[in-house]
């Protein structure tokens, strides 16, 4: 159903999650139920022709989860991709053309667009804080604030608008924060547990003031996200990091937008993280049209 295109640039932004299949039969299972009661009053052998165009610029992503609706309604039905995943769209620009039977590809067109619009969305979103800081040597990360049940779907599209992700979830690094240092005591406490409990995990403190920073520093964590640190809080712990000679990697946290971007990325922090690319979803707007019988 899909071409070679789609997969020479999922090598440039990582695999496809393995549970696209899985996320577009539950999303399938949430909109047709017992059975679309609208399609049917189309002629069963009906076939037809659409095009998805997009309605504003934009960055595409999801492509793949649009093409499982479809294969899972009637693998019959043929998509053709004028762009990939990660590409940048214009307003106007045909996305795809679908050809074959009229009944499923009506019953697949919301649930299709559903995934194309809001990892696009997603994807643009990203792109925008990406290009602000285009360099200054800053990397934009993702966080774990994500739809319920779309992470890996959202984690992709990051990718897609040129950022990386953080921890895909509590598995994969440990991420001590004020909750977790209030329990074990301090942070000291905290990052002796985590090489204790976790062999080889990356571990990651998040810090609040510039006394918890000194004792994070102290620490030697992989990563220490600074939360919520002014301009020059952020470039006084850069210095204070730079000057010990095994500098720790610094994330910044906490108020970050577009408008503020450029100025936290230009303290010299590595990564900033944003919630909002994957919190604050606007879906791209798109259509579809059926344009004329295939």
Not at 5 to 18: E, K, S
Not at 54 to 70: H, I, M, Q, S, Y
Not at 153 to 172: F, I, M, S, T
Not at 242 to 270: H, M, N, Q
């Amino acid at each position: 159903m899909h071409g070679g295109r789609h997969a020479r640039t999922a090598v440039l932004i990582g695999n496809l999650p393995g549970d696209i299949e899985a996320q577009v039969a539950a999303a399938l299972r949430e909109d047709v139920g017992g059975g679309d009661v609208t399609a049917v009053l189309v002629p069963e052998g009906e076939r037809v022709t659409a095009e998805v165009i997009a309605r504003e610029d934009a960055v595409l992503c999801g492509t793949a989860w649009f093409d499982a609706v479809f294969r899972a309604l009637d693998a019959g039905l043929r998509v053709s991709w004028t762009a990939e995943d990660g590409e940048r769209i214009a307003r106007d620009q045909v996305l795809c053309r679908i050809e074959g039977r009229a009944r499923p590809l009506l019953t697949g067109e919301r649930t299709a667009l559903n995934f194309l619009q809001m990892l696009s969305g997603t994807a643009t979103a990203t792109r925008q804080y990406v290009d602000a800081v285009a360099g200054t040597g800053c990397t934009i990360l993702d966080t774990r604030k994500t739809l319920p049940g779309l992470r890996l779907a959202q984690k992709y599209a990051v990718r897609c608008g040129g950022a990386q992700n953080h921890r895909l979830g509590l598995h994969d690094m440990v991420l001590i924060k004020e909750n977790h240092i209030a329990a074990a005591g301090s942070i000291t406490a905290a990052v002796a547990a985590a090489r204790r409990l976790s062999p080889g995990v990356p571990i990651e403190v998040e810090v609040e003031t510039a006394a918890e920073l000194d004792e994070a520093l102290a620490a030697k964590p992989d990563v220490i996200m600074l939360d919520e640190f002014d301009e020059p809080g952020l470039r006084a712990a850069v210095e204070r990091n730079r000057a010990l000679g095994r500098p720790a990697k610094l994330e910044a946290s906490g108020s970050v937008s577009l408008a503020t971007i450029c100025a936290i990325a230009a303290t010299g922090v590595d990564y900033i993280s944003i919630g909002a690319i994957t919190k604050h979803v606007r879906a791209l707007d798109l259509s579809l049209r059926i344009t004329i019988p295939s």
